[in-house]
T-cell receptor
Framework: AQSVTQPDIHITVSEGASLELRCNYS??????LFWYVQSPGQGLQLLLK??????LVQGIKGFEAEFKRSQSSFNLRKPSVHWSDAAEYFC????????????FGAGTRLFVKA | NAGVTQTPKFQVLKTGQSMTLQCAQD?????MSWYRQDPGMGLRLIHY???????DQGEVPNGYNVSRSTTEDFPLRLLSAAPSQTSVYFC???????????FGPGTRLTVL
């Protein structure tokens, strides 16, 4: 069955510390991969995406993610977290062979402490 | 260029009432979707559309109807509201080649 797992329901990091949010997926073939961010009371905004090629992708707000085919993972990282990064983060997968149904993970809520 | 708009932002219904959540996009995307977001469950697909006149069910369609008479609009109808439909509803417009989704700001619905 196709699924996306974000093992951490919530994470707390200190401002200025590094961040890694985990994402694992189960899919028939290498899908398109996405990370979205949702600030409180807002809709989801795309942070970055992977389609093919370089397995390290850069996104907005200083985020990056690395696709590891052997581990079926697409972890999100940021070298230095800012207080404004506090939000909920969703990993998502979509087919790369046509169709568009996207499967979302349950989300990881990031808390940033001063 | 407004992107995806949703109305209303908040709504309170009584059990058994009906209502329509509005969604419109100005990006000329053929694909659109409706999701509901519940704590700890991420986003679940309710219905989707691949173009005007074409809709299909997603993961949790029961109790909801959709129609797509134009490319721009994709309303979601609750036929007889139930407390289990208390949720935040998001509409998304989808870029067909990349599958990138553009979300509206959401509608927070409470059913008493």
């Amino acid at each position: 069955a196709q699924s996306v797992t974000q093992p951490d329901i919530h994470i707390t990091v200190s401002e200025g510390a590094s961040l890694e949010l985990r994402c694992n997926y189960s899919y028939g073939a290498t899908p398109y991969l996405f990370w979205y961010v949702q600030s409180p009371g807002q809709g989801l905004q795309l942070l970055l995406k992977y389609f093919s090629g370089d397995t390290l992708v850069q996104g907005i707000k200083g985020f990056e993610a690395e696709f590891k085919r052997s581990q079926s993972s697409f972890n999100l990282r940021k070298p230095s977290v800012h207080w404004s990064d506090a939000a909920e983060y969703f990993c998502a997968v979509a087919p790369n062979t046509g169709g568009f149904k996207t499967i979302f993970g349950a989300g990881t809520r990031l808390f940033v402490k001063a | 260029n407004a992107g995806v708009t949703q109305t209303p932002k908040f709504q309170v219904l009584k059990t058994g009432q009906s209502m329509t959540l509005q969604c419109a996009q100005d990006m000329n995307h053929e694909y659109m979707s409706w999701y509901r977001q519940d704590p700890g469950m991420g986003l679940r697909l309710i219905h989707y559309s691949v173009g005007a006149g074409i809709t299909d069910q997603g993961e949790v369609p029961n109790g909801y109807n959709v129609s797509r008479s134009t490319t721009e609009d994709f309303p979601l109808r609750l036929l007889s509201a139930a407390p289990s439909q208390t949720s935040v509803y998001f509409c998304a417009s989808i870029e067909a080649i990349t599958n990138e989704q553009f979300f509206g700001p959401g509608t927070r619905l409470t059913v008493l």
